[in-house]
């Protein structure tokens, strides 16, 4: 429960510091992210990163921003932590 949590919290606080960004670049990086979720569900950040061409930080980020706003969902998997468009999973 507390991984939950602590993502949850980490997820809110990317919220806050994302946008700080811009509407726009935001909302950009974000509908990329989502449609490139859609073409290949179940990728890992370094997947979305090189799929978008983007540094695996930034991807990361941005896709614990979409899962604080319920629209990805993401999967342990070993080491390895698989992304979704949300209820996709």
């Not at 670049?25 to 990728?43: C, K, N, T, W, Y």
């Amino acid at each position: 429960m507390n991984g939950k949590v602590d993502c949850l919290r980490i997820a809110l606080s990317l919220v806050k510091a994302a946008s700080n960004i811009g509407p726009v670049a935001l909302e950009d990086i974000e509908q990329r992210i989502v449609q490139s979720l859609g073409e290949r569900p179940s990728s890992s950040i370094s997947e979305v990163a090189e799929q978008l061409s983007i540094n695996r930080s930034t991807a990361s980020k941005y896709l614990h921003v979409l899962k604080a706003k319920g629209k990805v969902d993401c999967r342990q998997v070993g080491p390895v932590k698989l992304w979704s468009i949300g209820g996709a999973i």
